[in-house]
């Protein structure tokens, strides 16, 4: 698999996406970060697009379905996106349900500060 997911020695759960994914690619890209993501407590997401060629199409969103209850996530920040990525990785995340706990940053210090903010207070 040539797209790669680790957890830092921050507790973060790292993805880069390089190139298009096959809905077999993206079957392992999600169980790697089902098993990351047991490990992260608060479950921090950075995703890197920087290198992404993201084609949505039908084999990829059933690929993505199955995950769509179990990525769940307390904050994601994604980086390195062009516009287009940007319109297509939203669509991703809507399939996963997941889209309001995600933000898009210019880089990635500025996705890794805002990960590591403490999270507002509900009143």
């Not at 179990?70 to 669509?91: K, Q």
């Not at 996963?96 to 903010?117: C, N, S, V, Y």
């Amino acid at each position: 698999m040539k797209h790669q997911v680790a957890l830092d020695d921050q507790g973060v759960v790292c993805v880069r996406v390089i190139g298009p994914s096959t809905p077999a690619e993206v079957t392992a890209v999600g169980d790697a970060m089902l098993v990351a993501f047991a490990q992260s407590s608060p479950c921090l997401v950075l995703i890197d697009l920087g290198q992404a060629k993201l084609n949505i199409d039908r084999g990829t969103r059933e690929a993505l379905q199955p995950y769509a209850s179990r990525l769940v996530w307390d904050r994601m920040a994604v980086f390195g996106v062009s516009h287009f990525n940007r319109m297509m990785f939203r669509i991703v995340l809507t399939v996963l349900g997941m889209a309001g706990k995600a933000r898009f940053f210019d880089t990635e210090q500025g996705a890794r500060a805002w990960l590591q903010e403490a999270p507002a207070q509900s009143a």
